[in-house]
């Protein structure tokens, strides 16, 4: 952040290398700013946790027919968890409904030969892991709804960058360490660019970019973006 400067001259001159000295003070403008956004920043998370809360009651109805459906679909559990970093480097757990069968995890060695990702996400747009029901939520996105509550706890944002994995995280250069400067979020630029059709690189540069170019006014352009998206099912799997 520049800091602006002024200058001006002290009553005694003290003099170096024979010349008259001149005492440069800090502008305090970068101050108004910092505490601008430091306002910003807690509207920004007050906003979403009302708004998450509100979303959790509206649409439980919805959150208990879908926790049905996964249960009676292979009597595994509704919920699928993973550590996750965010912001500041935290880990947290994040939370989704589960899409893949209960070994998934397990079973992702069989299938390291047929990867489409990078070597460090995995991605696989016909993986025989996940089941009919979690086909279906992915696809609507609707497997992401659990995070609402990583968001009423504090440690999501409606809208950010991608959650990172651990082993993702460990591999930021010092440049894009500044994407963990704000807390992950449900949806972001990477989720009305593309969601799983981005590399990992372009993902990663659509997350500086909003880190760079973050206001209030350009969260409620993506949440907005964000239905458009999940409706036309682009990059789902």
Known sequence: MAISVHTMRVGQIDRV???PALVRHPSLHWVTRYH???VALAIKSFFDKIVATVALMALSPILALITLAI????GGPELFTQTRVGKDGQPFTMFK?????PDAELRKEELLAQDEGDGV????????????????LRRWSLDELPQLLNVVLG?????GPRPSLPVEA???SDDVYRRL????GITGLWQINGRSDLSREDAVRLDLRYVDNWTLALDLEILWKTFEAVANGRGAY
């Not at 440690?155 to 809208?159: A, T």
């Not at 400067?181 to 992950?184: I, Q």
């Open 36 to 38: 601008r956004q430091l």
């Open 181 to 184: 400067m704000v807390k992950p």
């Open 155 to 159: 440690e999501m944002s409606l809208v």
């Open 71 to 74: 249960v009676l679909g292979d």
């Open 97 to 101: 409904f589960r899409t893949m069968v």
């Open 170 to 172: 460990a591999l930021f």
């Open 121 to 136: 996400l995995f991605k696989m747009r016909k993986d025989p892991r996940i089941t009919t029901v979690g086909s279906w």
């Open 17 to 19: 290398l024979g010349r």
